[in-house]
Nanobody, 123 residues
Framework: QVQLVESGGGLVQAGGSLRLSCAAS????????MGWFRQAPGKEREFVAA????????YYADSVKGRFTISRDNAKNTVYLQMNSLEPEDTAVYYC????????????????WGQGTQVTVSS
């Protein structure tokens, strides 16, 4: 089992940047495919980005492609989400997730979740 803790959220103006971190403990991060999801008020949780165990493959939602970058440092047991050119529509709670199965954009493909970190983008 792995425990995940997100950090790096906050309030930023439109056009700004933030870097989210997801620190893992308990089991080595290289065991898992990793993903970032987000949930805005009144909306369902949605996929943002994913990275394979070796960091060789990445997936992105169309809405963030070209603006967000997912990366991982298995030696530090940490996954990152660099978010640039932020828009008010990016406002949400961002969750880190770890998956044991095939790499996927599906929520049910992830076994472990963090508590989330709030990102608010003002216009």
């Amino acid at each position: 089992q792995v425990q995940l803790v997100e950090s790096g959220g906050g309030l930023v103006q439109a056009g700004g940047s933030l870097r989210l971190s997801c620190a893992a403990s308990g089991r080595t991060l290289s065991t898992y495919n990793m993903g970032w999801f987000r949930q805005a008020p009144g909306k369902e949780r949605e996929f943002v980005a994913a990275v394979s165990r070796s960091a060789g493959i990445t997936y992105y939602a169309d809405s963030v492609k070209g603006r967000f970058t997912i990366s991982r440092d298995n030696a530090k047991n940490t996954v990152y989400l660099q978010m640039n050119s932020l828009e008010p529509e990016d406002t949400a709670v961002y969750y880190c997730a770890a998956g044991l199965g095939f790499m996927t954009m599906r929520i049910d493909g992830y076994n472990y979740w963090g508590q989330g970190t709030q990102v608010t983008v003002s216009s």
